[in-house]
């Protein structure tokens, strides 16, 4: 079972920058794909970012061209870059890790954009 532990959101003006990390139990290097996903007040869940193991990378229109995914392999930890932020980008953004025949989910963290 693969432990996923989300921090870096918290309360941010529109157009300000953060960094979420989400920290996993166990290497990552063998994991198909990590993600982030984000999930506001009312609405579904929904993909932000992934990035798989072939360093194939896949963002959300919405997020496209603010917001970055890496992966560190050293530290087992993957990043969401989020820049330029908009009070639409205020959800709990969850990490996933999937490995194909299951997927683990982290805890959530809270990101709220507001002046």
């Known amino acids: 079972q693969v432990q996923l532990v989300e921090s870096g959101g918290g309360l941010v003006q529109p157009g300000g920058s953060l960094r979420l990390s989400c920290a996993a139990s166990?290497?990552?290097?063998?994991?198909?794909?990590m993600g982030w996903y984000r999930q506001a007040p009312g609405k579904q869940r929904e993909l932000v970012a992934t990035?798989?193991?072939?360093?194939?990378?896949n963002y959300a229109r919405a997020v496209k061209g603010r917001f970055t995914i890496s992966r560190d392999y050293a530290k087992n930890t993957v990043y969401l870059r989020m820049d330029n932020l908009k009070p639409e980008d205020t959800a709990v953004y969850y990490c996933?890790?999937?490995?194909?025949?299951?997927?683990?989910w982290g805890q959530g963290t809270q990101v709220t954009v507001s002046s």
């Open positions: 996933n890790a999937d490995l194909r025949i299951i997927t683990f």
């Open positions: 166990e290497s990552i290097f063998s994991i198909y794909a």
């Open positions: 990035i798989t193991s072939s360093d194939s990378i």
